[in-house]
């Protein structure tokens, strides 16, 4: 399974993760101490163990090394097998290691014994919430760094039948429209004499003040 996925811990996160990278086409070992829940997923995924990822002896008879990312999505009780795990992994020169965090402490520990990145699935999600809750015609948002998110708007009102070059955003708000969503079809390179018609959702980049006003216009 070289250069593939294993997915440590089985829970509800951790069988969402192995089951999803199955449906994106890349083969997953799937890994819990629990026989019944490596049973959940022997179906569907191209491979599963039944293992303690605490034991060295069982890590290296797993051939992890072998894997291009190793996700250890071990839940909130389970903290310390997780951070064990995390430094383990990292022992044995895992290129990529993604460790689930429960809290921001637990994910400085996890960062310090080894993990190359951390995520913490309940806070992304609240904040996820928060943001549509705030700002419901926010569709979709990826934040590409620190000052720059990639969001899908609902047009606002005032900008329907009104092209591109009328509404000038880049200069009057600082967003620029990368692709328009219409009918289900994306329409990338847009000119500037597109016109936005009512259904219509726009993929802008800009600062998250910056489309956060535009946001809070429909």
Do not use: W
Not at 162 to 168: G, V
């Amino acid at each position: 399974m070289s250069g593939d996925f294993a997915v440590i811990g089985l829970g509800q996160f951790g069988r969402a993760v192995a089951l999803s990278l199955v449906r994106e086409g890349a083969a997953v070992l799937a890994i819990d101490q629990l026989q019944e829940r490596a049973q959940m997923v022997e179906a569907e995924v191209d491979a599963v163990a039944c293992a303690d990822a605490t034991n060295e002896l069982a890590l290296e008879e797993l051939g992890l090394e072998r894997m291009s990312c190793v996700v250890v999505a071990m839940g909130a009780r389970a903290r310390e097998t997780s951070i064990l795990t995390t430094a383990l992994l990292r022992q044995r020169g895992i290129p990529r290691i993604i460790s689930r965090a429960a809290n921001e402490l637990h994910g400085r520990v996890l960062l310090a014994v080894g993990a190359h990145e951390i995520i913490n699935p309940e806070l992304q999600m609240g904040q996820r919430l928060a943001r549509n809750l705030a700002h419901p015609t926010i569709l979709e948002q990826i934040a590409l760094d620190e000052n720059t998110n990639l969001v899908e708007l609902a047009t606002p009102e005032q900008f329907i039948g009104k092209t591109l070059e009328d509404l000038d955003l880049r200069r009057r708000y600082g967003i620029s429209v990368v692709a328009v969503r219409r009918a289900g079809q994306v329409i990338p390179n847009l000119s500037t004499a597109e016109r936005l018609e009512r259904g219509d959702r726009v993929l802008v980049v800009g600062p998250p003040a910056s489309v956060r006003r535009v946001a809070s216009l429909a």
